[in-house]
């Protein structure tokens, strides 16, 4: 097997897992998802103040 195949499975199986997740806990995955962006969010935000201030 190589490294590709492997690639293709294990990306499969990740795909394969959110689906399930979503299906069976819609709740608990919005939940997860709206704390992911909810960091993402704030870190973007530091750097965006990080910036301005060097520019103040």
Do not use: C, H
Not at 39 to 45: H, I, N, T
């Amino acid at each position: 097997m190589d490294n590709v195949n492997i690639k293709k499975i294990l990306t499969f199986a990740g795909i394969a897992l959110v689906l399930f997740l979503v299906f069976t806990a819609p709740d608990q995955a919005a939940g997860a998802v709206n704390g992911i962006l909810g960091r993402l969010r704030d870190a973007a935000q530091a750097i965006i103040t990080f910036v301005r201030s060097l520019f103040v």
